[in-house]
Each structure stands twice: as structure tokens, then as C-alpha cells.
């Protein structure tokens, strides 16, 4: 009975062994977990592995970590494992100088409360769809000195808290317009470093489509632009209303000639040095809302286009006739909405003029003034002046082409009378030859109908002179014995015509001789 007594005894006790054991075994992987790790430097909530040459980021990380910075390591690649421990606390995590190729879909799942993530100075060429999708909160992206020469239009899908984006010193070639319009646009984005790329223009037709609050974050300069004179009046333009980003940086907008040799660097923003047209300048005026062009009787809404965008700003209208227009009253047809837009009710001719918007925001201590100008003009007049030109240019127009019609007509339809001009000439010898038969009977050569009619009834006499007359003449005509009949019917046939239709006979006074 002694015995079991001992053997019960022993296992109790090897028991309690067993569980001092599991006690010191859970403590030590526990302090294990919350130690920080051989290469890295930790204080409080903040880890820094920095330049420690780490090819992998280490499993004991603390849970509890906001601030993590892996720069100067050999990291490499970023894939879906590439984190091993989930980090939903990490607010910060900079992989700067990492040497970092590519990003896979779902890298960034154990890390997904971001905020501010800085993969500058690596060697992406590429951003693919989607690679921060994961990344809801984020809200600063560094990706500056890079190789990067494409952004897919979905690359940045998901992070719609995204308020600053930096792309300067990459390969892009485009601008990423799909920030700004579209489906997958970043509304809350209000800075976009994308200067010293390889941009040679810009889509300013779609830019004009862009609130001034997102326009004022734009960093364009140190690209090799083409020199333009609407891209000098869209930056003109942000410089008058006073934009850092073409401010602080006015001698880094350069651009160079389309065309020649010369590949200098000409200033964009000195003093129109382009010498560009004063309707190219207006134009972009038009293009950004700040001359707006209304009809007769129609409803308009002009909205104050401000940089100020925070929470609490005030907005003040003042008309052509210093009316002050407020949100908090209505002034016959005008009334200000709490976003500072401006409407329009019937808009009448006596509405034209400049109107200007205040916006204050007492808070920040900031206030802007933006001047819009409103033109109203008639539809209906409009078009039918537009008509009546329209008729007179159409008329000198076909008066014009009837001219030339009839120019073409009489060149080259006109009957050409060298028909009657050759039978002429042929008629021409019998008539002049002084030799021809004193007295002939052929028949008449076949002339046209008229001819025909006019001339019937009608003889001709030739006499052919003699040289030398002969003793006995006296210089008088005598006819052959037997023609004296013949000659006196042809003299006395009587004339159905005029004289002027008549052919004249045709007489000498030089006497011949007959034949014998």
C-alpha cells in the first residue's frame, strides 16, 4: 500500500514539473515575440533596420509597431509573403534604397492600415493593376527616383484617400490624366509631383476639366515640353493666380522648338517670350471657366473655382454693380450656394460684366479672390445674323461659278467659222485671176441653201484683156460673131434682188481678138 502511496506521489510532483516547464516555455517565446530584433534599433513604437545590408525583414517584429523603416537594405522584391508578420498597427514603412524591382498583387495585406508609405529610390519600371489596393487609408505615396515609364490607369485602384502622390525624377513620358477624370479618379489627391520626367506635352483640354484645388498641387517643371503657346497660357495662368508649383519653381519651366538643330532650352514663363496671340491667351481663360458665355433667359451656374477647399470657408459674390451676394440671402434672380457656386435665374442682358468670389477661410487665415466674366448673348439673333452671312457668302459664291461656267462655254462651245472662211478662199483665185475664160458656162459651185437662194438667177461675164490692140478697135469691145445673143440674154436677165445681193459682171476695156 506504502508503494502506490510513493508512485502516486511521483507522478505528482513529475507533473508539476511538466508544468513549470510549459510555464517557462510560453514565457520565453513570449519575450522572444516582444524582443527587438539583433538589426534593427527600437523606441517605444518605432523600428529602424536601416543599412543593415537585410535581404528579409525579421519575424520578431513588434505587434505594436507604428513606424518601420527597412531604407538601405537589398529587399529586392515585394510579393505576398514578403512581410511575415501582420503588422495592423503600422502606420509608417519606408523601403526606400532597396534596390526594389517589382510589386506583386497583395503585398501589402498584413500591412493594411498605411498611411505613409515611402518605395523611393529603387528600380521599378512598372506599376501593374492593382498593387496598393490593399492600402485603403493610405494617404502619402513616395515614389520618386525611380525607372518607372508606366502607370497603369487601375495601378492606383482603391486608395481613394490618396492626398499626395510623388512621381518626379522617373521615365514617364505621359501625363496620368486618369487621376483626375474617370472612374478611378483620386478626388481627395491635392499634390502631384510629377516633375523631371520625360512629359513633352500636356492634355490641356482635359486639364481644364480639373477643380483649381487639384491644380494647384501639380508640379510640372524640369520636364523637356515642346514649346507651345497654350501650355504657356495654362501655366501663365496658374502663375497669375499664384500657384506654388509654378511659383517657387518659375526658371524650371523650360521647353525646346518642335522643329530644327537647336535644342536649347528656352524659358517658358519669361515675359512671353514666345510671343504668343492674345486670343490664344483668352482662350484659356474660356477653357478654365473664367470667361463664361451664357444665353438669353437660360439658367446659369458659375462655380468659384478656388484652391481653398477645407471645411468652413466662406464665399462672397460681388456683381458689376457691387452688389454683395451671400449664401445666407437671395437677391432677385441671384443666389449662392453653400460650396460657393453662383446661380443664375433668366439670365438677362444687364447680367453681363465681372463678377468676382471671395473665399475666406478664417481658420487657416487664407482667402482668394477669383474674377469670372459672363457674356449673354441671343440664340435667335444670333443665328439669324449668322444665316444672312451665310446667304451672301452662298450667293457671290454661285455668281462666281456661274461666271466662270460662262468663261468656259464661250471658250470652247463657240462655233468656229473656219468653214466658211476656207470655202471663201476658194472662190478667192477664179475671182482674181486675170486669165480665167472670158465667158463660162460650168455650173455654180454648191454653196449653202442661203447662198443658193440669194444667188439664183444670177450670171457672171469675164472678159480676158489683150495686150496689144490692134489697128481698127478704138478701144471698144467686140464680142465673137456668135455670142452677141448670148451676152445681150446674160446683161438683160432680169434682177429678183437688191443690187446689194447682186454679183457685179465684171467688164474690161482693153479689146481681145478672136480665135481663129
Known amino acids: 500500500m506504502s508503494s502506490v502511496w510513493r508512485t502516486i506521489s511521483a507522478l505528482h510532483v513529475n507533473y508539476k514539473k511538466l508544468i513549470c516547464l510549459l510555464v517557462v516555455a510560453v514565457s520565453v517565446c513570449h519575450s522572444a515575440s516582444a524582443m527587438c530584433p539583433a538589426a534593427c534599433i527600437c523606441a517605444s513604437d518605432i523600428v529602424s533596420c536601416t543599412g543593415k545590408n537585410l535581404s528579409r525583414v525579421p519575424a520578431t517584429l513588434f505587434k505594436h509597431t507604428k513606424r518601420l523603416d527597412l531604407s538601405h537594405n537589398r529587399i529586392g522584391i515585394l510579393d505576398h509573403d514578403w512581410m511575415p508578420v501582420l503588422l495592423d498597427k503600422l502606420a509608417t514603412l519606408i523601403v526606400s534604397h532597396n534596390g526594389i524591382t517589382s510589386i506583386s498583387t497583395g503585398s501589402f495585406s498584413a500591412t493594411p492600415n498605411i498611411k505613409y508609405l515611402d518605395l523611393s529610390s529603387n528600380s521599378l519600371r512598372s506599376l501593374g493593376s492593382p498593387v496598393f489596393q490593399e492600402l485603403r487609408v493610405l494617404e502619402i505615396l513616395l515614389l520618386y527616383n525611380n525607372h518607372i515609364a508606366h502607370v497603369d490607369s487601375a495601378a492606383f485602384g482603391g486608395i481613394h484617400k490618396l492626398q499626395k502622390l510623388y512621381l518626379s525624377y522617373n521615365s514617364l513620358s505621359q501625363f496620368p490624366i486618369d487621376l483626375y477624370i474617370g472612374k478611378r479618379k483620386l478626388s481627395e489627391l491635392v499634390l502631384l509631383d510629377i516633375s523631371y520626367n520625360q512629359i513633352q506635352s500636356i492634355p490641356i483640354h482635359y486639364m481644364s476639366l480639373v477643380p483649381a484645388r487639384h491644380l494647384s498641387g501639380i508640379y510640372l517643371h524640369g520636364n523637356p515640353f515642346y514649346c507651345d503657346c497654350t501650355l504657356y497660357s495654362m501655366l501663365n495662368f496658374w502663375y497669375l493666380r499664384h500657384f506654388s508649383s509654378v511659383e517657387d519653381f518659375k526658371a524650371e519651366y523650360t521647353c525646346v522648338l518642335r522643329s530644327g538643330s537647336n535644342m536649347n532650352k528656352l524659358p517658358l514663363l519669361h515675359d512671353n517670350y514666345l510671343n504668343c496671340s492674345e486670343s490664344t491667351i483668352n482662350g484659356s481663360f474660356h477653357a478654365f471657366g473664367f470667361i463664361q458665355e451664357a444665353q438669353l433667359g437660360e439658367r446659369l451656374i458659375v462655380p468659384c473655382d478656388t484652391k481653398i477647399s477645407d471645411a468652413g470657408t466662406h464665399f462672397v459674390w460681388i456683381s458689376p454693380d457691387n452688389q454683395f451676394l451671400e449664401p445666407s440671402k437671395d437677391i432677385e434672380h441671384f443666389r449662392v450656394f453653400l460650396n460657393g457656386s453662383l446661380e443664375i435665374d ?101 454653196f449653202p441653201a442661203d447662198e443658193k437662194k440669194a444667188s439664183s438667177g444670177k450670171r457672171v461675164v469675164f472678159l480676158e484683156p489683150v495686150k496689144e490692140p490692134k489697128p481698127g478697135q478704138n478701144g471698144k469691145v467686140r464680142m465673137f460673131p456668135g455670142e452677141n445673143i448670148i451676152a445681150e440674154s446674160i446683161l438683160k436677165t432680169p434682177r429678183t434682188k437688191s443690187e446689194s445681193d447682186s454679183m457685179n459682171s465684171v467688164f474690161s476695156d482693153t479689146p481681145f481678138m478672136p480665135s481663129s
Not at 468656259?408 to 483665185?429: A, G, H, I
Open 346 to 446: 433668366e439670365v438677362q442682358y444687364e447680367d453681363a460684366g465681372l463678377y468676382s468670389c471671395i473665399a475666406i477661410n478664417r481658420k487657416r487665415l487664407l482667402n482668394e479672390t477669383i474674377e469670372v466674366r459672363i457674356n449673354v448673348s441671343n440664340f435667335t439673333v444670333d443665328r439669324s445674323h449668322s444665316h444672312e452671312t451665310f446667304n451672301t457668302a452662298f450667293t457671290t459664291l454661285a455668281a462666281c461659278v456661274a461666271s466662270i461656267i460662262l468663261v468656259l462655254l464661250y471658250l470652247y462651245l463657240t462655233p468656229c467659222p473656219c468653214r466658211c472662211r476656207s470655202k471663201r478662199r476658194k472662190r478667192q483665185p477664179s475671182q482674181s485671176n486675170p486669165h480665167a475664160s472670158i465667158l463660162t458656162s460650168n455650173p455654180p459651185l454648191d
